[in-house]
């Protein structure tokens, strides 16, 4: 018989399903925006459905590097799972993803983790559930301004790898169409890999501690 | 072309450099080489914000580094390290005594 450590976390947002999928499948901002928990991701395989990476990874209250083996799977367009592995395939680790959108075109994001362990481990599941909520609030935290940030410079017709033409060109008119649906095609173009090995494209981080302002002052 | 207040020399003291929205565009305000330098804050690879991290230097070269993704924009010119067709745009900058203002369309 197999003993699974439990966890559940979920939240809302005002952002559309589409967005929040970008954003999980946008790999590589794992050593950008959550530079302060993962070091390195080298992504193997992808395709619009599915995604085998390795990555360094620092859980909340454990103070070192794990490497782990993850393997992410697109369900459907409302439902993920992701496979980790680590410590030599000792741990294994399970998490689902729903995604909840409303007709207001609001979406709700919960993920659910099962860790596998000897059935004398069972003992710990306070403290992997205190760990995993902790890792959803954190990683939450810095990946809602991405996710507003990126609606905003959507709606201001924002183009991938171009940028804003009115912005790029003094000359050019300002976007004023109405709202687009948020486009999201699978898997996302990758350019901003150190290098390209055999196997697969790593992806570095390259500030370790930042000294920042973020993501700017508040307006005038 | 518009011109329009973005901040104070004063902010731009406190905090070496800063960005803010003005008339949708999003802009960096920052010193280089003893001049105030305004540039485009938006990072050409998916929006994400270029002047997020205080300055680094890489290979004796200035930086910005994007928090999305990490691509680097060279100080002086506004062009990415990696890939040289990604040029962040520079406004004109104009000082009156405390004020910062920005041409924008
Ligand atoms: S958005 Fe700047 S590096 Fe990706
Ligand atoms: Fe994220």
Not at chain 2, 31 to 54: R, T
């Amino acid at each position: 018989m197999k003993y699974f450590l439990k966890s559940k976390s979920s939240l809302k947002t005002n952002f559309p399903k589409k967005l929040l999928l970008w954003n999980y499948w946008d790999h590589e901002h794992i050593v950008g925006t959550h530079f302060k928990h993962y070091k390195k991701v080298n992504i193997i395989y992808e395709d619009n459905k599915t995604c085998l990476s390795e990555r360094l990874a620092k859980l909340p209250y454990i103070p070192f590097y794990i490497k782990t083996t993850d393997f992410a799977i697109l369900l459907n367009g409302s439902q993920m799972v992701v496979y980790h592995y680590a410590l030599f395939n000792l741990l294994f680790c399970k998490q689902t993803f729903y995604f909840e959108e409303d007709n207001k075109g609001y979406c709700k994001v919960t993920r659910i983790d099962y860790l596998e362990v000897p059935r004398f481990l069972t003992i710990l599941q306070p403290f992997f559930d205190k760990i995993m909520r902790k890792w959803f609030i954190d990683v939450w935290k810095e990946d809602m301004p991405m996710r507003k940030r990126r609606l905003r410079v959507w709606k201001l017709g924002f183009n991938d790898f171009r940028g804003i033409d009115y912005v790029n060109n003094p000359a050019e008119k300002k976007f004023t169409k109405p709202m687009r649906p948020y486009k999201l095609e699978l898997p996302i173009a990758k350019i901003t890999h150190e290098k390209n090995t055999k196997s697969g494209k790593v992806f570095l981080r390259k500030i370790e501690k930042s000294k920042h302002i973020g993501y700017g002052l508040p307006k005038l | 072309m518009q011109k329009k207040l973005i901040g104070t020399l004063n902010e731009l003291n406190k905090h070496k450099q800063f960005s803010r929205w003005v008339n949708d565009h999003d802009i960096l305000v920052f010193l280089n080489k003893n001049k105030v330098k305004a540039i485009s804050n938006i990072c050409p690879h998916f929006g994400g914000p270029v002047g997020y991290h205080e300055i680094t230097e890489v290979n004796g070269e200035k930086v910005f580094t994007c928090l999305w993704h990490n691509l680097q924009f060279n100080v002086d010119n506004g062009v990415c390290t990696l890939h040289k067709n990604l040029k962040l745009r520079e406004y004109e900058v104009i000082i009156d005594s405390d004020n910062i203002f920005v041409y924008v369309n």
